[in-house]
């Protein structure tokens, strides 16, 4: 069975539909693991709500796109396994959502770099000044 026959006619199951949407959402979680690795990131409330911040980030880049449902889920997923307040998480979306809106890269060939800017915002001063203003246990 190949690749197209997969594809092909009106089921549910269209990998070949997924294919873009998983590979970036695989290129994101790489880079900011990788990221992670280099330094430590604080506790592990504060890497998971830094993470939050890129799915919604994403989930706004890519609103009315597939794409935009599978961040959602992953900011669904990192809020409920997250230790912060629930106003920690509604400042980090507002922070993310205002920061993807606001930064405008210029691609050099006319492609679409919002990646970038979410995988930027990862490491944004103002984002660790509000994760970190909230410390679980402190």
């Not at 592990?44 to 961040?71: M, P, T």
Request: charged residues 20%.
């Amino acid at each position: 069975m190949g690749v197209n026959s997969l594809s092909a006619g009106s089921g549910f199951l269209q990998p070949a539909r997924y294919v873009p949407a998983l590979s970036m959402i695989l290129l994101v979680l790489m880079v900011v693991g990788a990221g992670a690795m280099d330094k430590p990131a604080g506790s592990a409330g504060q890497a998971s709500l830094r993470r939050f911040a890129v799915s919604s980030c994403l989930a706004e880049a890519y609103k009315g796109r597939d794409v935009a449902v599978d961040a959602l889920a992953a900011a669904g997923g990192y809020f409920e396994t997250g230790t912060m307040s629930g106003e920690r998480y509604v400042s980090v979306q507002e922070y993310a959502e205002k920061w993807v809106r606001e930064k405008k890269y210029q691609s050099k060939h006319g492609a679409n770099l919002s990646i970038m800017i979410c995988l930027d915002l990862y490491d944004d001063p103002g984002l660790l000044g509000i994760i970190k203003e909230e410390v679980p246990g402190q």
